[in-house]
């Protein structure tokens, strides 16, 4: 069974460009939810998805949005990027939404924001 | 709202050593308790997962104990090989809100001299 694929891996943008991260979960789940890893804060939740609909946010600014496809597939996107979102963004995928299920990790999408 | 602290922030030893490693939570209502690997610049693998109901689970040369009353796990890996560096985090499941499902602690670096 295939697991948890984010593309692009690698990322570089410039400050005010935009960008969009994609997530493909492992066949079968339903709940997808995507992290903000960087060295002073360590793994920040960003928000989680379950079937098409985002049932928690974390506290971030609205510049930080995502969706998911009817097909369980999410992508996440940021506006007016800023230095500070130079991060490794993580989704997660889970067979159950709310924690309750063990979370299976993609490899991450390194942004590099210049 | 609920914290999580691992202690120590990182950890040496010689290969062959066993070891413990500690989180911590501030709140004991929680649904379960995840423990991941997560090597440099890599995504999270999940290792072990403790139900709130359960006190121990063991994989391999590796078993987790959680006391919930004390708002406490350990990571417990035994005979350890230079392999097991890695940076090792806890996270307690199951809140959701504007936390997430996941809350993570900062991790545990380690690194197994040969």
């Known amino acids: 069974k295939a697991g948890v694929t984010q593309t692009p891996r690698y990322l570089i943008k410039t400050r005010g460009q935009q960008v969009t991260l994609s997530c493909s979960p492992i066949s079968g789940h339903r709940s997808v939810s995507w992290y903000q890893q960087t060295p002073g804060q360590g793994l920040q939740f960003l928000f989680e998805?379950?079937?098409?609909?985002?049932?928690n946010k974390g506290n971030f600014p609205g510049r930080f949005s995502g969706r998911q496809f009817s097909n369980s597939r999410s992508e996440m996107n940021v506006s007016t990027l800023e230095l500070g979102d130079s991060a490794l963004y993580l989704c997660?995928?889970?067979?159950?939404?709310?924690?309750?299920?063990?979370?299976?990790f993609g490899p991450g999408t390194r942004l590099l924001v210049l | 709202k609920q914290e999580v602290t691992q202690i120590p922030a990182a950890l040496s030893v010689p290969e062959g050593e066993n070891l413990v490693l500690n989180c911590s939570f501030t709140d004991s209502a929680i649904y379960n308790l995840q423990w991941f690997r997560q090597d440099p610049g890599k995504g999270l693998t999940s290792l072990l997962l403790i139900q709130s109901s359960q006190r121990e689970q063991t994989s391999g040369r590796l078993n987790a104990s959680l006391d919930k009353s004390s708002g406490r796990s350990t990571l417990y890996i035994a005979a350890s090989q230079p392999g097991d560096s890695a940076t090792y985090l806890c996270?307690?499941?199951?809140?959701?809100?504007?936390?997430?499902?996941?809350?993570f602690g900062k991790g545990t670096k380690l690194s197994v001299k040969p």
């Open positions: 996270a307690v499941g199951g809140y959701g809100g504007s936390q997430g499902n996941l809350i």
């Open positions: 997660a995928s889970s067979l159950a939404a709310g924690g309750e299920e063990t979370q299976y």
């Open positions: 998805y379950f079937s098409e609909t985002q049932r």
